[in-house]
């Protein structure tokens, strides 16, 4: 059963241009939901995955594939291109992994990252081998505090460390394989504040992709999950709104 605040969304719009928001890892379309309802006030159609083992128990995470999740994001890409004459891909934190990943794949048209990882803070990531040695299934997350209404904070409190790795496997194939294959316009959004991602995950991202129309924003005082927090309309969400309506 999907928690309430978690469930997948799709708004028609009138401008023929449709936008496809995944959002990140051990979290839910909720996440997006704001900016997603923003751009359908713009006339965009809006649709928001909610990615498998996502938005329901964190033991559903156990058993998923990466190759799910871009299999989703290749549906969600075809699905807006049945209606819309433009569809732009938007992902946050690993939705922005599945985003180059759609660059690479799809006949997407355009790509925006937010709070993208290529590097990551946080140690325990790299110690996974250990898994089938450790005691226990899941990691705890630090628990945060948002400037938003907590209809857009519907997430799982810990991450199931098999899904981890599902999660790395994505990391390394974007880095190693569809990164450089990524040729859209692409805007990269990132705070040097984000607790989760190294900062120097956006300047890898804007140095290797393909794209010869591509942006780096930097975001000042923005946490990971940067939808969620002060000054998200202003710094985040007008910036989007300019990268699709060039």
């Not at 496809?20 to 006339?43: A, D, N």
């Not at 004459?85 to 992902?91: E, K, S």
């Not at 790395?168 to 991602?197: C, E, N």
């Not at 990971?224 to 007008?238: C, E, F, N, S």
Request: hydrophobic letters at 40%.
């Amino acid at each position: 059963m999907v928690l309430p605040g978690a469930e997948p969304f799709f708004w028609k719009g009138e401008n023929n241009k449709g936008v496809l928001l995944i959002h990140g890892f051990t979290g839910s379309p909720s996440e997006l939901r704001e900016l997603g309802e923003e751009l359908h006030r713009k006339g965009y159609t809006v649709e928001g995955l909610l990615l498998a083992g996502h938005g329901t128990d964190p033991h559903d995470l156990l058993d998923v594939k990466a190759e799910q999740w871009e299999e989703q994001v290749r549906q969600g890409v075809d699905h807006l291109r049945e209606t819309c004459t433009q569809v732009t891909v938007i992902g946050l934190s690993m939705g922005g992994l599945l985003t180059l990943y759609a660059g690479a794949v799809t006949k997407a048209d355009k790509l925006a990252v937010l709070s993208t990882p290529i590097y990551l803070y946080d140690w325990r990531v790299y110690f996974l081998w250990l898994a089938d040695r450790l005691p226990y299934w899941a990691i705890p997350k630090h628990p945060r505090t948002v400037d938003a209404p907590e209809r857009y904070n519907v997430a799982y409190r810990c991450m199931p460390i098999k899904a981890v790795h599902q999660l790395v496997r994505l990391l390394k194939a974007v880095k190693g394989k569809y990164l450089p294959q990524v040729a859209q316009p692409l805007l990269i959004i990132q705070s040097r504040t984000d607790h989760t991602v190294r900062p120097e995950s956006a300047v890898y991202i804007h140095d290797r992709a393909a794209s010869r129309e591509k942006h780096l924003l930097w975001v000042p005082q923005a946490r990971h999950v940067m939808t969620l927090y002060k000054g998200r309309r202003q710094a985040i969400y007008a910036a989007i709104e300019a990268f699709l309506e060039e």
